[in-house]
């Protein structure tokens, strides 16, 4: 089949409004404006007709608006035009974009949800080389090609036009832009007069959530923002109102109260987005069903135009079963921290994770869905490097297949949004784990004991949900507040990091396991403590230049009754040891470590164990330590031997 009839019924198939022009210089062959359409019964007998035709689309019927970069010898349209998006906060690797055969490029969106449509209106950017189809132009149909092959294609790493149009996924053309096309800078037709009940009701709730936004207090700003942006969606989603309308006054309300200057506008149109969409999952209902009476007057602004009582179906049908990527632990699409002392575990545990996603198989005892795996290895890559090795050979997994992917070193996250997000497309997207290890080396504010901007970084963690495709559940290993306790394992930032996370998972490490449980904020089921071996191993690969051996560590996940049998032989250890220090008080770590068989890989005694071993029984008042360094019986201490001898008699 002619190439460019596929192409042009493919578009037809996508809803688009489809015609023919010559191919030597893009003119239509038809009266465009009324012949332009949807029949694919008709585009095949024009291109019986003109076999060597191109595809184009009416940009009018089609509801769309094209920037056009030109490269045509004159200014670089095509930088120009990136310019004008990032002045403006927008993401170019999120706009579906075609390269044309001249080298320039054509930036899709939809037609503002308000006001009179975009023409082509250029003049604001003509000079920049940079030129505007909307309604009432056209422009030659993205896959099409022309009689020397050259074409009209697809831009690395931007999402395809022809899906985004068919799953209607092409982005707004932004306000701010809006603003720039339309005459005087403004909408030249007046203000819509408000026609039903439920445009003003939605006009009203956008004053208040708009006037709220605009004189809240630093700290909860971006909760607020994207609180509002969720009640908006409802309303967007139910034709209430236009999501452009939203869009702008939310934004205008978070420049008023700093937002904008302190996270940046990208990071703020992200939060406007992320609302928004979620919003629009779910409708608003009509205010019938809400028990209004008919006829009766909008909310004023100065109220909460929420209802605040809903019957039961409606509170129940508002249920939204969770998805898991970790059964009954983590929620698709979450953000986690896992909090826990340096060595605790957390990164064993992580890799482990990491793993068991990438494989789909058991983690911890629970089922895991099969998702690639974005992790960030940042803090020590070289420890990671060794553990993921080592790893391999415990779990069986190949490291030259296994789909987990690491990115090495510190960065700015805020800086890198752009190419993250393209380098993951790049790979095949569909990230369904990121893990940030560590969440704190990438914080970008300038005092580490600013809770204010803590929170802010925990926003910045959050806002990696939207920039990876897939909307991978998000997980950043986090150090504690300082001097914690096992039952006090906080992240850095207390309150204000917690309320933008969705749960805090803990590393609270024993002398030989670490427990892996939350504090302080978990959404879903609470579930019970899993124990994990902290397990010290070689692999042939890990040598230094010398040719030894280098240790390094991995988890395992223990049940229950593993952990039963540890702890009977923790006790065991702690009742042995006692009874060394009952024999030779003045008995060394180095010499307990040694009676006790306890030896480093190196072969020196383990004398840390022998520590922690001596600070439990200190702990319990068995033993206390002398002035002259040693140790010493307490009276608690000689009953436990006693107990212990009379049971061993028994036995």
């Keep these: 089949m002619n190439h460019n009839l596929q192409v042009a019924l493919k578009w037809q198939q996508a809803g688009a409004y489809v015609f023919v022009a010559k191919p030597e210089n893009k003119r239509p062959l038809v009266e465009w404006r009324d012949k332009s359409t949807t029949d694919p019964d008709t585009v095949r007998e024009w291109f019986k007709q003109w076999p060597n035709a191109l595809p184009a689309i009416d940009l009018a019927k089609s509801g769309h608006v094209v920037i056009d970069g030109d490269r045509h010898g ?58 505007v189809r909307g309604d009432g132009g056209y422009v030659i149909a993205p896959g099409a090609l022309l009689p020397d092959g050259r074409g009209y294609k697809r831009a690395p790493n931007t999402p395809s036009t022809i899906e985004a149009v068919r799953d209607g996924t092409v982005p707004v053309l932004p306000p701010s832009i809006v603003t720039l096309l339309r005459p005087n800078g403004h909408d030249s037709r007046a203000a819509k007069p408000t026609s039903s009940r439920e445009e003003g009701y939605a006009q009203a709730a956008l004053d208040n959530v708009a006037r709220q936004l605009a004189t809240v207090a630093e700290g909860s700003r971006n909760i607020e923002l994207n609180n509002g942006a969720l009640i908006m969606g409802h309303m967007v989603a139910s034709g209430w109102i236009g999501r ?25 149109r992200a939060t406007i987005k992320s609302g928004l969409d979620t919003g629009e999952k779910e409708p608003h209902a009509s205010l019938e069903d809400r028990g209004c009476l008919k006829g009766a007057k909008p909310l004023p602004p100065s109220e909460d135009p929420r209802p605040l009582i809903k019957s039961s179906k409606e509170f129940v049908g508002e249920f939204v079963p969770p998805d898991y990527l970790v059964d009954g632990l983590l929620q698709e699409g979450f953000l986690y921290s896992l909090t826990g002392a340096t060595g605790a575990g957390k990164t064993a545990i992580t890799l482990r994770l990491a793993a068991s996603t990438a494989l789909g198989i058991i983690f911890a005892n629970r089922e895991t869905k099969k998702k690639r795996v974005l992790y960030l290895a940042a803090e020590n890559p070289d420890d990671v490097r ?8 415990h779990m069986g997994f190949d490291v030259e297949t296994i789909e987990v992917y690491f990115i090495e070193g510190v960065f700015k996250i805020s800086e890198m949004a752009d190419a993250l997000r393209a380098e993951t497309k790049r790979l095949g997207g569909e990230f369904g784990m990121l893990i940030v290890d ?12 600013n809770r204010t901007q803590q929170g802010r970084h925990a926003v910045m963690l959050r806002g990696l949900i939207d920039i990876i ?14 001097n914690a306790s096992a039952d006090n394992l906080i992240p850095a930032g207390g309150g204000n990091f917690l309320n933008q996370v969705d749960g805090n998972l803990t590393a609270a490490k024993t002398d030989s396991t670490t427990e892996l449980h939350w504090q302080g904020k978990f959404r879903g089921v609470e ?13 042939e690969r890990l040598k230094d230049s010398r040719g030894r051996l280098i240790p390094t560590v991995i988890s395992t996940y ?59 029984l200190v702990k319990h008042k068995l033993v206390k330590e002398t002035r002259g360094g040693g140790y010493k019986i307490t009276p608690e201490g000689n009953k436990a031997l006693e107990k212990k001898d009379d049971n061993d008699d028994d036995d």
């Excluded at 579930?527 to 692999?539: D, G, I, R, S």
């Design 244 to 268: 452009a309308t939203v869009e702008g006054r939310l934004f205008d309300a978070a420049t008023a109260c700093g937002l904008v200057k302190d996270d940046g506008p990208h990071s703020v």
């Design 469 to 482: 495709p897939g909307r991978p559940t998000v997980l950043a290993n986090c150090h504690p507040v300082k």
């Design 386 to 393: 060794m553990r993921w090795i080592a790893l391999a050979q």
């Design 527 to 539: 579930f019970a403590p899993m124990h994990f071996m902290l397990k010290t191993v070689t692999h």
């Design 438 to 449: 560590t969440g704190p080396v990438f914080y970008e504010g300038d005092d580490e004991n």
């Design 74 to 131: 004159g200014p670089d349209g095509v930088c120009h035009a990136e310019q004008l998006f990032a002045e403006r906060g927008l993401v170019t690797s999120a706009i579906p974009t075609v390269t044309t055969p001249q080298d320039g490029r054509h930036y899709w969106f939809k037609q503002p949800l308000e006001g009179e449509p975009i023409t082509n209106s250029d003049k604001p950017v003509r000079d920049k080389g940079i030129n």
């Design 558 to 616: 223990i049940s229950d009754k593993e952990q039963e049998g540890i702890t009977a032989q923790k006790l065991s250890d702690e009742d042995a040891v006692l009874n060394l220090i009952a024999t030779d008080p003045k008995a060394s770590q180095a010499t307990i470590a040694t009676a006790m068989g306890w030896k480093l890989y190196s072969g020196e005694p383990h004398k840390t164990k022998a520590s922690r071993c001596i600070a439990s």
